[in-house]
């Protein structure tokens, strides 16, 4: 089993619907979890982060968490064209690297596609 | 605020050819950093991380080694270049709280 799972995709939805993304993870000594989105050819940037169980909202964008079912998704409202990019989920696990620090595991990715 | 600068952007090199990529990190101090590798169509995959300087910890074994000579940098390096080191190579430095930055990256081709 992996450690953070994703659908690859490709997630198709049109102009101004809501797009939803989900993740699931199999450590449930995990902490901390993070949605990441990727334009094709650049690095990965933040755009969420859940710490707790239920929603998190940030504009446009819910992250939701469900611990006990060890699920973590994210919801896009309005989605627009420039939305249209491969969405990480990543996740802190409760394993502690050498040194100090969680490890922070990322699935590979789901992408999304924004269509007029 | 803080930001991490990585380079080159492309590079393409020969098999058997040496490799060294830097990262530098601004605005903060004794960060922890990673190098993460992007095979096409696949998810990142942590390769070195470091609490300090010269303290490097390997998460996979390979034909890469990392170094930290200074507190904001990392550099990635090999001596001889294998076809499959190819890909998309990030720097990234992570906060107090876990969430992880990244530099622009460096897209390899071993050829």
């Known amino acids: ?116 | 605020s803080q930001t991490i600068h990585q380079w080159p952007a492309t590079l393409v090199q020969p098999v058997g050819s040496p490799l060294s990529l830097e990262c530098t990190v601004e605005g903060t101090s004794n960060p922890n950093l990673y190098w993460y590798r992007q095979a096409a169509g696949r998810g990142l995959q942590l390769l070195f991380y470091s609490v300090g300087i010269g303290q490097i910890s390997s998460e996979v074994p390979q034909n890469l080694s990392a170094s930290r000579p200074q507190d904001r940098q990392f550099i990635l390096s090999s001596k001889k270049l294998l076809l499959s080191d190819s890909g998309f190579y990030l720097c990234a430095w992570k906060t107090g709280f876990g969430e992880a930055f990244f530099g622009q990256g460096t897209r390899l081709t071993v050829v």
């Open chain 1, 1 to 116: 089993q992996k450690e953070v799972e994703q659908n690859s995709g490709p997630l198709s939805v049109p102009e101004g619907a809501i797009a939803s993304l989900n993740c699931t993870y199999s450590d449930r000594g995990s902490q901390s979890f993070f949605w990441y989105r990727q334009y094709s050819g650049k690095s990965p940037e933040l755009i969420m982060f859940i710490y707790s169980n239920g929603d998190k909202e940030d504009g446009r964008f819910t992250a939701q968490l469900n611990k006990a079912s060890q699920y973590v998704s994210l919801l896009i409202r309005d989605s627009q064209p420039s939305d249209s990019a491969t969405y990480l989920c990543a996740v802190n696990l409760g394993v502690i690297l050498t040194g100090g620090g969680n490890k922070l595991t990322f699935g590979t990715g789901t992408q999304l596609k924004v269509e007029l």
